[in-house]
């Protein structure tokens, strides 16, 4: 028993002495990217298409002394790179104008930034089904099922009552179309 007290007293002695050494961190010298270059590359720009093939591509590459990562701002939406180096599809079909920021980011987070203004033209426009798969009913609700909305409500939101009230609309509403057909094709088959 008293090798075991003096071992815990040794081990809490040097837990003592190690715990209480002082640590020193330094970020070093925090820098500034400076000289923030961006080239925009839009894909198939020449003299007869000014705007693109309609492809809507565009590729950018941002450089920088002293820069560590970069980030790319599209009208709100946000990309981050390290290289500087992206390649962005632009799907709003027509010719569209974009305001873009480019940041770079130094040591300790110190950024450089940049903003122009890239007009793009895109032609494509997808089939309606690939737009339901991948959005699910987009955009908000505008092709979205009565059923789907039923489920949503019922099973995703936890919303037992919405749901169950659009599952008696519906009811109501088949039924509404249904009574008067089988009324009329029972009246049929009695004459």
């Not at 007290?5 to 715990?19: P, Q, R, W």
């Amino acid at each position: 028993m008293k090798n075991l007290k003096h071992l815990f007293s040794l081990c809490l002695t040097l837990a003592l002495f190690t715990a209480c050494e002082e640590d020193t961190y330094e970020f070093g010298d925090i820098t500034t990217p400076t000289n923030l270059a961006v080239t925009v590359d839009v894909v198939g720009l020449d003299a007869e298409n000014p705007n693109g093939d309609g492809s809507g591509v565009v590729n950018f590459n941002a450089s920088a002394e002293g820069a560590i990562t970069y980030k790319y701002i599209f009208n709100g939406a946000e990309e981050m790179v390290a290289s500087g180096v992206l390649e962005k599809s632009f799907y709003a079909v027509g010719v569209n104008s974009y305001d873009v920021t480019v940041v770079a980011y130094g040591t300790a987070g110190s950024p450089s930034s940049t903003t122009f203004t890239i007009e793009v033209l895109a032609t494509y426009t997808p089939p309606a089904d690939l737009v339901q798969a991948l959005t699910g009913g987009g955009p908000g609700y505008a092709s979205d099922l009565p059923a789907n909305f039923m489920y949503t409500y019922s099973f995703n939101r936890a919303q037992i009552g919405v749901g169950a009230a659009s599952a008696m609309i519906m009811l109501f509403g088949v039924l509404a179309v249904l009574i008067p057909y089988l009324y009329s094709e029972l009246r049929e088959k009695k004459s």
